[in-house]
């Protein structure tokens, strides 16, 4: 068999080009050799099943190549297993006028008594060598259709030969497919497709230009029969904009986030006369190359000036964008099945997709996250520093002194031991901030436990965001953190209870948490997680003699001393 596929040959009288040139040996059919190899070879080797299943889309040749297997079955002229196309015998298949070939449109001959029919003629001689019955779309045969058709494959002539065609291999029974030999068909490639026509174009000098052919190979989706017939449309209306919507003012709205851009671009579109439904699955289609041609290029059906076209919105896109239009898209698509206006399900996407501040999902957030880190940011004039928080109120000063703050009030075995070791008893508040509960917080310990403990508390948008930020102070219960744009601070609403939830969890109070913007932040290395640190123990115990004198650092370590004299707190 040759490795370049034969020019179709033209059937005269004929002007429909698929019906024209349709392929009438193995040599000419294009885009499964697969099933060329394999009914080939058996004709060659004289190895031929008594029934085939041809499975497969529409327009990828199970018809065609059920009509050539019958050719070189009964050619008068075989070469390498394949059909002459010149013989009486094969002009007359060709013609359907053969008594070799039955065919039956199972969609509207579906009754048993039909299938009766045809089949009690399988034992009757033939002109030929063998007796090929071509069954088109047999899936739609009734329960009584396929249970009689059954016997006769079970048991078949031995010069009779059944070809089933389906595009649907699993509604057929499957006592039927196990008495079949099965070969699937397959969508035909971008660029096979371009041979064809161009091919066919060449062969019946048709004049159309590259860019009529890339459409229609566009616009076959992988079947040769649309392919064909989407350039028979072309070339009659000879305008290629009005056989499919143009899309590259609406990719150019969403690559700039221009909401009205994208509605004034699909309101053109819609007046037009594009139905919504047949729109978004067009859309959805161009949006795919794009996300094919950044993915795995020898995947994508376009070709030339198109994927040029598409690999450039690609570049502008980014995959994350490409995979977040597709996923929304593809959920309007579904919403408009049941929607009573469907135009707006897909202007919704629209604007979701140019404002995804409207968008709380987390794969809208990890969007404008990478488009931070991509370099989108603006620059931020620095925030005035927070007021400082108002001192501590050590325990036992009055609320309304302006003096130096008076040492706490303690049991009186606790002040006689006060008065021997001054510098336990009467700590600096200064130094080292103290929350309500008497924890003490050190900026480091905070800035440990906040990426060991803290962020892995939050959701998965929160790590998003958090762990691309920085603790830059720590004044009482006043936390300051900054950021690395303006965007992300604005952002900080969506996670602000899950945050404090957190921090409180983990320290145990209540704390206050100011945002800031430092733009150095953007494509700082992210910080890991390291093992967790041993707890700092929340009480100093005094190495003495006398045990039960303790100092204590809240107000309710003191209340449970005096309550409760030499208790432990255990929990």
């Known amino acids: 068999m040759a490795d370049e596929k034969a020019t179709p040959t033209s059937l005269e009288g004929v002007t429909s080009l698929y019906r024209r040139f349709r392929p009438a040996r193995f040599a000419e059919l294009r885009g499964q050799d697969h099933v ?5 070879g058996a004709v060659k080797n004289d190895r031929i099943s008594h029934a085939y299943l041809f499975s497969g889309p529409r327009g990828t040749g199970k018809t065609t190549t059920a009509r050539i297997l019958a050719k070189a079955l009964n050619c008068e002229n075989p070469v390498d297993g394949d059909a002459c196309a010149k013989c009486a015998s094969c002009l007359s298949i060709a013609k359907g006028t053969s008594l070799d070939v039955i065919e039956l449109d199972a969609a509207s001959n579906n009754g048993v008594d039909d299938i009766r029919d045809i089949i009690s003629g399988a034992w009757h001689g033939t002109p030929g060598s063998w007796k090929v019955y071509i069954f088109d779309e047999v899936h739609q045969l009734s329960k009584a259709a396929s249970a009689a058709l059954l016997k006769t494959l079970e048991e078949p002539p031995s010069h009779v030969v059944f070809v089933l065609a389906t595009t649907d291999p699993h509604k057929v029974l499957p006592t039927i497919r196990s008495r079949t030999q099965h070969l699937e068909f397959r969508l035909i490639g971008a660029e096979t497709l371009a041979t064809l026509l161009h091919d066919v174009e060449g062969a019946a000098g048709l004049g159309a230009d590259d860019a009529t052919i890339e459409a229609a190979v566009r616009l076959g989706r992988g079947s040769a029969r649309d392919a064909l017939s989407a350039l028979d449309q072309l070339l009659a209306t000879g305008s290629i904009s009005e056989s499919q919507p143009e899309f590259d003012e609406l990719f150019h709205a969403l690559v700039h986030d221009d909401a009205v851009g994208a509605l004034r671009s699909l309101a053109i579109l819609a007046r037009e006369g594009w139905d919504p439904e047949q729109l978004a699955e067009n859309f959805a289609g161009e949006v795919r190359q794009v996300f094919l041609l950044q993915v795995a290029p ?6 030339d000036a198109d994927r040029d076209r598409l690999s450039a919105w690609g570049e502008q896109f980014g995959l994350a964008r490409s995979v977040r239009i597709l996923e929304t898209v593809g959920r309007a698509i579904r919403e408009m099945k049941s929607a009573p206006e469907k135009i707006v399900m897909l202007e919704v996407a629209m604007v979701r997709l140019t404002k995804p501040d ?4 987390y794969e809208s957030l990890d969007e404008r996250l990478t488009k931070v880190e991509r370099g989108a940011v603006r620059s931020v004039a620095p925030p005035s520093p927070p007021s400082p928080a108002p001192p501590l109120r050590p325990i036992g000063s009055s609320a309304h002194a302006t003096d130096a ?12 031991k006060a008065a021997e070791a001054p510098e336990i008893a009467s700590p600096k508040i200064e130094e080292t901030p103290m929350s309500s509960s008497g924890i003490s917080l050190d900026l480091d310990d905070v800035r440990e436990r906040f990426v060991e403990r803290v962020i892995p508390r939050t959701s998965r948008s929160a790590q998003l965001l958090l762990r691309s930020s920085r603790i830059e102070a720590l004044d009482g219960l006043l936390l300051t953190i900054a950021v690395g744009s303006e965007e992300m601070r604005e952002n900080t609403e969506l996670i602000a209870q899950g945050l404090k939830g957190a921090l409180e969890h983990e320290f145990k109070v209540p704390m206050t948490v100011f945002w800031t913007v430092d733009t150095s932040l953007v494509g700082a290395p992210v910080p890991t997680r ?4 041993k707890p700092a123990p929340i009480e100093d115990e005094i190495d003495d003699a006398d045990a039960s004198v303790r100092v204590v650092a809240s107000v309710a370590d003191h209340l449970i001393t005096e309550m409760f004299p030499g208790s432990e707190e255990i929990s």
């Not at 409207?358 to 999902?361: A, E, F, K």
């Not at 008076?406 to 075995?413: I, L, R």
Request: glycine share 0%; no cysteine; net charge negative.
């Open 298 to 303: 020898e995947v994508a059906d376009a070709v």
């Open 530 to 533: 390291r093992a967790a640190a």
């Open 405 to 416: 703050p008076a040492p706490a009030v303690v049991s009186e075995p606790l002040a006689s």
């Open 36 to 40: 060329v190899r394999a009914l080939q």
């Open 358 to 361: 409207l968008d709380h999902s």
